[in-house]
């Protein structure tokens, strides 16, 4: 359907990555618990994207409340070099008795977590506001896929707001759900729900979602994205080092993006413009989950981080955007991480070139409570997209 291409109901916060704690009495990121499938050091075959390497059931501390089965999966994909990787993600089904054709699905795009193997989602509990909010998709009938993305949990290194890699991990994990061993059948019509760095997942999965599905029997249908990234490139390329303190959530994600650039693309050396206290702050970046990074940056300086504007690199803005470009936005008039003005201009961009979007604004919401003042109206708005 023409729905299939870029169909969006995109709602919230402009900023680039969820915030699940802050700093201050930020408590500590607790040990994984792997459900028996510890794929850290996986060496063994891989296969087409999609492939099912391994199935477990996902431990019960792990499940979501209104989840009937929970699995914890490892299965094939491609790396943000094109490289045969594998992924991990948990796949929830609800109680309710499937329909006739089979639950349809939702593949949820996790907000930041961190890119160490410790921030893996799929070995965790999901925070205050996740549960509830894939809580309700369970409610309305909807089985829930949700990717890890390609690093996180798996060998190598998240590449954080990276879009092809993060499609390919979205997309590769429904493909892989169909083939599971499930108590409930899936139907083949499925949809995209991404919150933050998962809301520009959601929007690169989209737009890739139909080639990657490619004579799968798979129909994709649309996106929900809420706290969606909007050229975040851009205000990364342009970021100078002045003595300027930038909130901790800023600057965890510079940070964060600073580490999986450069893995990406050594070949522009993207260190060159970092500080030696930044170069060890990206180096915390590789390893460190959301709460720790928060602590590790604060009342860090830009010209304690950056030597030199990232622009001064050769060819840096153009790379950038090939690395973490998004097609989206969304937009919340109470949040203070990212200039609004980078969103509005984005969404000029998709009305000027004619894309299907509706965009919803939550004036008394800040980033995380966007979430679940989106439901009234993405509700509706995928069950009549879904039929």
Excluded at 120 to 137: C, E, F, I, K, N
Excluded at 217 to 230: H, S
Excluded at 347 to 354: D, G, T, V
Aim: charged share 15%.
């Amino acid at each position: 359907m023409a729905a299939a291409a870029i169909a969006a109901a995109v709602t919230g916060t402009l900023v680039g990555i969820d915030t699940p704690a802050r700093a201050d009495g930020a408590p500590p990121t607790p040990a994984p618990i792997w459900s028996g499938l510890d794929a850290r050091e996986y060496s063994g075959p891989i296969g087409a994207p999609g492939t099912v390497l391994a199935q477990v059931p996902l431990d019960e501390s792990l499940s979501l409340p209104k989840a009937g089965h929970a699995y914890r999966v490892l299965y094939a994909t491609r790396d943000a070099h094109d490289r045969p990787a594998v992924s991990t993600g948990a796949v929830f089904l609800p109680r309710t008795p499937a329909p006739a054709g089979g639950y349809p699905v939702i593949a949820w795009a996790h907000g930041t977590t961190g890119l160490g193997d410790d921030c893996t989602p799929s070995a965790h509990t999901r925070g205050d506001v996740d549960p509830v909010y894939l809580d309700h998709w369970l409610d309305q009938g909807y089985a829930i896929v949700s990717t890890d993305y390609v690093g996180l949990g798996t060998p190598g290194i998240m590449d954080y707001l990276n879009g092809k890699v993060e499609a390919n991990s979205v997309v590769h994990s429904v493909l892989a759900a169909h083939r599971m061993h499930l108590d409930a059948p899936l139907s083949r019509t499925w949809a995209i729900v991404g919150h933050s760095q998962g809301a520009g997942a959601a929007l690169n999965a989209a737009h890739a979602a139909t080639a990657l599905s490619a004579g799968s029997g798979l129909d994709y249908r649309g996106v929900v994205a809420t706290g969606t990234p909007a050229n975040i490139e851009q205000v990364v390329a342009l970021a100078p080092p002045a003595p300027v303190s930038l909130p901790e959530a800023l600057t965890s994600y510079t940070a964060y993006i600073f580490a999986g650039f450069a893995d990406v693309r050594p070949d522009l050396h993207p260190e060159r413009v970092l500080t030696p206290a930044g170069r060890r702050l990206v180096e915390k970046a590789r390893t460190l989950c959301y709460p720790e990074m928060s602590s590790a940056v604060q009342g860090v300086r830009l010209d304690q981080f950056l030597s030199a504007p990232v622009g001064s690199i050769p060819d840096a803005r153009a790379a950038l955007t090939e690395y973490m470009g998004t097609i989206f936005l969304g937009q919340g008039l109470l949040d203070t991480d990212v200039p609004a003005p980078s969103a509005l201009s984005l969404y000029a961009q998709m009305k000027a070139n004619n894309q299907p979007v509706t965009l919803r604004v939550y004036p008394d919401k800040d980033h995380s409570g966007t979430v679940l003042a989106s439901m009234a109206d993405s509700t509706p708005w995928l069950a009549a997209l879904m039929r």
